[in-house]
Nanobody, 124 residues
Framework: QVQLVESGGGLVQAGGSLRLSCAAS????????MGWFRQAPGKEREFVAA????????YYADSFKGRFTISRDNAKNTVYLQMNSLKPEDTAVYYC?????????????????WGQGTQVTVSS
């Protein structure tokens, strides 16, 4: 089992920035990649970014390239999502997840463990 705890969400004005954190504990040695997803009310959960735990290669959905940056601190078993130039449409619950497979996926079903989510609200 892997436990994930997100933090860093909150209320921010449009154009502002937030940094989300996700701390992992438990059987983290089995982690192949960690990802961030988000889900807005009435919408499906969508892929934001992912990072391979070994090597640190990053993957982004096209709509977030240039604004969001994923990074990790292996020593702290923590992954981060730096979000800049936030827009009201970025308002959602943001989730981190771990994948124990052999390739980085972009679908929620590709991920094995999930955090509880952290709310990000961007005001106009």
């Amino acid at each position: 089992q892997v436990q994930l705890v997100e933090s860093g969400g909150g209320l921010v004005q449009a154009g502002g920035s937030l940094r989300l954190s996700c701390a992992a504990s438990g059987r983290t040695f089995s982690t192949y990649a960690m990802g961030w997803f988000r889900q807005a009310p009435g919408k499906e959960r969508e892929f934001v970014a992912a990072i391979k735990w070994s090597g640190g290669r990053t993957y982004y959905a096209d709509s977030f390239k240039g604004r969001f940056t994923i990074s990790r601190d292996n020593a702290k078993n923590t992954v981060y999502l730096q979000m800049n130039s936030l827009k009201p449409e970025d308002t959602a619950v943001y989730y981190c997840a771990t994948e124990t497979g052999v390739r980085v996926g972009v679908r929620p079903v590709d991920y094995d463990y999930w955090g509880q989510g952290t709310q990000v609200t961007v005001s106009s």
